[in-house]
């Protein structure tokens, strides 16, 4: 019989001031036995973004999505070639990296893939285990365990490649209470904000989606099996993802806990192109397309984000009055013409249910978005709202001549 663990609030989480209550409700945590998992993985260290100018980025991050600002790199800092900004909202990081010489390899990746994401990086408890292991499953080693020092403490960190130009970083901060990491100088925001505004706008990252070329999901979902100890969560395919003009297959492996959840999805054969075809044409490859924002108030959250600039995907007002829909949802926290007057979508399944909106691509090529979400019980991803969400972004694809 296999023993499983309660999971216990990271670091950051607990600078965060989030409770394990409010980690279980927001991203779904579960109990499972650490010491069994061959890779362990504690949860999210940071996302990167790779941009083509991460000062402006970094200060949009800041106003539109309430982020903080608490450490930066740069030339003032030592580092030559490229400036990067860390971003907090609770216990989500975003680390915002732009080129500054014209030599600088961020800028080759920028000119291929536009802003995106280069590493998913991850926090683990032991960064010599995991790469040995993952090794040994034939993962490419990127970078060795090594050790980073400064007067802060000490990091060990490694990386591995992922999907396409995709990387996993593995961290090791145990030993250190600087900002970030060394060579970073703490930071704060300037950016002034409404006096009426939440202290943050979403709590942590609930998932970060990939998407992989035709014939390549069962492949990558097999190296996080294989290689990182992931477990299958879920698995859609045929009508429950798809319309009458596209059509894309997705599975999601997560790590024991269900702290870091990834969505994989690969274009199906259809009568026109799949939103996963047209971000592997202007991405130029695979890679991350959406991260999912975990909040404990949508509605809250969307209204200061729409009044900041974001745009969201708009969704008709004939979903909300389908009477299937309605007496699939039941009763939720809000009434319904709330969530209508807002784009909000909900979902139902056997364990609760969950709300959901998701933003335009917020780059000039339609590649990476971002989905709120506020999860009641439920552990799935909005299956039921798969078709008003694609349909919606099949409308944005016919706008820019796309689809």
Not at 178 to 203: C, I, M
Not at 254 to 274: D, Q
Not at 282 to 300: E, R, V
Request: hydrophobic share 35%; net charge negative.
């Amino acid at each position: 019989m296999t023993d499983t663990t309660e999971p216990t609030l990271t670091p950051d989480e607990r600078e965060a001031d989030l409770s394990l209550e409010q980690l279980k409700q927001l991203v779904g945590l579960v109990e499972y036995d650490e010491a069994s998992d061959p890779f362990p993985v504690t949860g999210w260290d940071a996302i990167v973004f790779i941009v083509g100018n991460a000062t402006q980025v970094a200060h949009y991050y800041q106003y539109a999505f309430g982020m903080d600002l608490v450490a930066y790199s740069g030339p003032e800092t030592g580092s030559r070639d490229r400036k990067a900004y860390v971003l907090r909202s609770g216990s989500c990081r975003f680390v915002i990296e732009g080129g500054v010489r014209p030599d600088s390899p961020l800028l080759d990746h920028h000119r291929k893939h536009g802003d995106g994401v280069g590493d998913i990086a991850l926090e683990v408890p032991d960064v010599d285990k995991c790469i040995d292991h993952a090794r040994k499953q034939g993962a490419t080693v990127l970078e060795e365990p090594h050790d980073v020092s400064d007067e802060h403490g000490t990091v060990r960190m490694a990386a591995i490649a992922a999907y396409g130009d995709t990387r996993h970083s593995l961290i090791d901060r145990s030993g250190y209470d600087g900002p970030y990491l060394p060579g970073f100088e703490g930071r704060t925001t300037s950016v002034k904000r409404a006096a009426d505004a939440p202290k943050r706008l979403f709590q942590a990252v609930d998932h970060v989606v990939g998407n992989v070329e035709l014939g390549k999901m069962d492949e990558w979902v097999a190296f996080y099996n294989r290689v990182m100890g992931f477990v299958n969560m879920a698995e859609f395919i045929g009508d429950d993802i798809a319309t009458d003009y596209s059509a894309l297959m997705s599975k999601v492996v997560s790590n024991g806990n269900h702290r870091v959840k990834f969505p994989l999805n690969e274009p199906a054969i259809a009568k026109k192109k799949s939103q996963i075809d047209e971000f592997l044409e202007f991405y130029d490859g695979p890679g991350a397309q959406h991260i999912a924002l975990a909040t404990n108030d949508i509605l809250s959250t969307v209204d200061h984000m729409r009044a900041n600039g974001v745009e969201f995907l708009d969704t008709p007002d004939s979903y909300y009055q389908d009477d299937e829909l309605r007496e699939r949802i039941g009763k939720v926290r809000v009434p319904v013409e709330q969530l209508q007057s807002r784009g909000i979508l909900v979902d139902r399944d056997e364990d609760g249910y969950l709300l959901q909106i998701f933003t335009k691509p917020i780059g000039d090529r339609p590649t990476v978005f971002y989905e709120l979400i506020e999860r009641h019980g439920s552990l799935g991803f909005g299956k039921g709202n798969f078709k008003a969400l694609f349909e919606a972004i099949e409308r944005e694809q016919e706008r820019r001549g796309n689809l």
